[in-house]
């Protein structure tokens, strides 16, 4: 059991709160979910959609084929019937002009109208689209309470009684096991990751597609006791951020492309001050303003280099929500330990995708801050905070926290007392020290996430939020061909672990990178990084996120 229900129409007639309604009534009725949103950058008007997937099985991807089509105009219907299913079904109010047998037009509008509010449309839609699954409207009911208030609700119930009376059931399925599951995306995930790692400030400036991490924050800053401040640009966010840092709490910024530009100057002096600070980078395709709500994964070889000097940094590409919820917070336990910029990479897709997992397991987060406390000054007249030693890693301590010790902090180079210097020898010993710390930091990377067969013919290479198209790509390829299929899905990026990568790529006959950007970005840091060549590269740009069908065509086609 799997079906793909797709719901069209312009920007303003309420598709968002209508398909937020029945994904969380599906999740309540035990359903795994995955729901995907394309939406252009306007406030009203243009053609907007959402897919909600729903299978009894676990889902990691959209996928292209709809089971049914849910139109609030005829452009719906004509942008997307190509995709349904023969079997399939379109609901649209009887006064939509398109001819299909497969529509099923029905008096929404009016009835509506007979509820007393025109703008319930889409809880008739939504009644409509239960009876047709022969799902119990109670799920429904449930979510219009707990969303709206009871005068309100009480309409929406009305109206999606109505609906369910407009048409006979198309299917039989049975619920699922009971619902265990939370509903959530990426950038959710993120925020609660923020919170769960203990971080206290929070700055940055709206930028889509990352401003749903601050306005989340925003929206519990009081009962999670963190700080969330709207800089006046993204020069302020991370300059604010990294003063908080070094006063001992934890912080972060978020942007995206355009706005991580503006923070490469800073970049470079967290890097300099040593000072821990973790980043969310939320792809959108560029340059300048590019598509500001569409998708791409471009930003890797950018964000990877970013700002002027050498100083070593880490970059994690998030796969999933549940991986950003723990990256996240790993994320903040790495930038303490080794007092270096984490950037958290993500992207439109990840961003805005809904998805079903299991609560988080938070006995799986452990915070630690890596300060030296007053213990660590005895015997010792001075403090040394950037001191050279074998690690790399100088010590670290709150300013002001131990009487007699002074923390500096500083843009020029300096030496082990943070007191400017333009020593040649001082400048060399204190380049290399910063950069031993990469020597470490590669001793403890996650190595990719391996989907499929161990001797495979075809080994996908991806990163990022990738991992779900591929691994059902990957496992739709293994079940309907003759040939072994296998991925290496990367998560932390740079430094780049290689480990299973010189494994795997001795085992395959053929190496693929599948990227969304059209330079193949990872298969040229692999090369860089391990000679290793991909054979062949499956890229998309186009602002859409790939899907696992069309993953899966590229190498039927290929092969």
């Given at each position: ?5 797709l719901i069209g129409g312009a920007a303003g007639q309420g598709m968002e709160t209508i398909t937020s309604i029945i994904e969380k009534a599906l999740k309540r009725a035990g359903f795994e979910i995955f729901t995907i949103r394309d939406y252009m950058s306007r406030v009203r008007g ?174 519990k800053m009081h009962e999670a006791g963190i700080v969330v401040e709207q800089a006046e640009d993204e020069i302020a966010a991370i300059n604010m ?319």
């Open positions: 059991m799997d079906y793909n229900i243009g053609h907007n959609f959402t897919q909600i997937r729903f299978s009894e099985e676990k889902i990691t991807s959209h996928r292209d084929k709809l089971s049914g089509i849910i139109a609030f105009n005829a452009k719906t219907i004509s942008y997307h019937i190509k995709r349904l299913e023969n079997h399939g079904f379109i609901i649209s109010d009887e006064s939509v002009e398109f001819e299909d047998a497969r529509l099923k037009k029905l008096p929404l509008m009016e009835t509506a109208k007979e509820t007393g509010n025109v703008r319930v449309f889409g809880s008739v839609a939504a009644g409509a689209l239960f009876k047709l699954f022969n799902i119990d409207i109670s799920f429904l009911e449930e979510v219009l309470k707990e969303t709206f208030r009871e005068e309100i609700a009480s309409l929406n119930i009305e109206a999606v009684k109505r609906g369910y009376a407009l048409v006979d059931s198309l299917y039989s399925i049975s619920l699922p096991k009971k619902d265990e599951n939370i509903l959530i995306n990426g950038n959710d995930a993120i925020a609660l990751g923020i919170i769960a790692a203990g971080c206290k400030f929070y700055s940055a400036y709206p930028m889509t597609p990352s401003t749903s991490i601050m306005n989340y924050l925003a929206g951020a990294i003063g908080a840092s070094y006063a001992g709490v934890r912080a972060m910024t978020g942007t995206s492309g355009g706005g991580f530009s503006l923070m490469v100057e800073a970049l470079g002096l967290a890097g300099m001050q040593e000072i821990p600070l973790v980043i969310a980078e939320i792809q959108r395709p560029g340059p300048a303003t590019g598509l500001p709500t569409r998708t791409e994964q471009s930003d890797l070889k950018f964000v990877i280099s970013a700002s002027h000097g050498e100083f070593p940094r880490m970059v994690i590409a998030l796969k999933n929500p549940e991986d950003s919820f723990y990256q996240t917070v790993r994320a903040f336990n790495i930038a303490d330990k080794y007092r270096i910029p984490v950037v958290i990479l993500g992207d439109q897709y990840l961003a805005d995708y809904t998805t079903t997992i299991k609560p988080f397991d938070l006995s799986k987060v452990e915070i630690k801050r890596y300060f030296n406390h007053k213990d660590y000054m005895d015997g010792k007249k001075e403090f040394k905070t950037y001191e050279i030693n074998k690690s790399g890693i100088s010590p670290r301590i709150i300013p002001g926290k131990i009487e007699g010790t002074r923390v500096l902090a500083d843009s020029d180079e300096h030496d082990e007392y943070g007191l400017i210097t333009e020593s040649a020898e001082v400048r060399k010993n204190m380049c290399e020290k910063r950069l031993r710390k990469m020597e470490l930091l590669k001793e403890e990377l996650i190595e990719p996430s391996f989907y499929g067969e161990d001797e495979p013919d075809v080994l996908l290479l991806g990163w990022g939020s990738l991992d779900g198209p591929m691994r059902e790509a990957v496992g739709l390829l293994n079940k309907n061909t003759g040939k072994k299929y296998a991925a290496l899905v990367f998560g932390d990026i740079w430094p780049l672990p290689v480990k299973m990568l010189n494994e795997m790529h001795k085992k395959a006959k053929t190496i693929i990178n599948v990227e969304q950007n059209a330079t193949g970005q990872l298969a040229s840091i692999i090369r860089a990084e391990t000679g290793i060549t991909c054979h062949r590269s499956i890229l998309k740009y186009d602002g859409r996120p790939i899907s696992r069908d069309e993953i899966y065509n590229k190498l039927m086609e290929v092969n």
